[in-house]
């Protein structure tokens, strides 16, 4: 059965990090584009950034690009995703997401591009 979970959610105060992993499990990574989307209340699921199947292409959402990296290690069947200056505009439940049909080629698309989902982890940033 194919699964992802998420990790690595917490507490942090304005302008520190996180690094978020997604562990794959019944599957395997390689084949899949990977995207992480965060919703929080009252908001849409929102796409935060994407990785091509091969690692070569990422993409990032215009609220994120220059403080977060994701990242993919295939050995290791996991995807990670690092947060730096978090900002009281980023919390939010962090939503992992694998999708054979996404390319991720110029943005992270909409969540209907992605069929398997992780339960998300959630972010929090206060002083």
């Known amino acids: 059965q194919l699964q992802l979970v998420e990790s690595g959610g917490g507490l942090v105060q304005p302008g520190g990090s996180l690094r978020l992993s997604c562990a794959a499990s019944?599957?395997?990574?390689?084949?899949?584009?990977i995207g992480w989307f965060r919703q929080a209340p009252g908001k849409e699921r929102e796409g935060v950034s994407c990785?091509?199947?091969?690692?070569?292409?990422?993409n990032y959402s215009d609220s994120v690009k220059g403080r977060f990296t994701i990242s993919r290690d295939n050995a290791k069947n996991t995807v990670y995703l690092k947060m730096n200056s978090l900002k009281s505009a980023d919390p939010a439940v962090y939503y992992c997401?694998?999708?054979?049909?996404?390319?991720?080629?110029?943005?992270?698309?909409?969540?209907?591009?992605?069929?398997?989902w992780g339960q998300g982890t959630q972010v929090t940033v206060s002083s």
């Open positions: 990785i091509s199947t091969g690692g070569g292409r990422t």
């Open positions: 997401t694998a999708s054979i049909f996404a390319r991720c080629v110029k943005e992270v698309g909409g969540p209907n591009e992605y069929t398997d």
């Open positions: 019944g599957f395997t990574l390689n084949y899949y584009t």
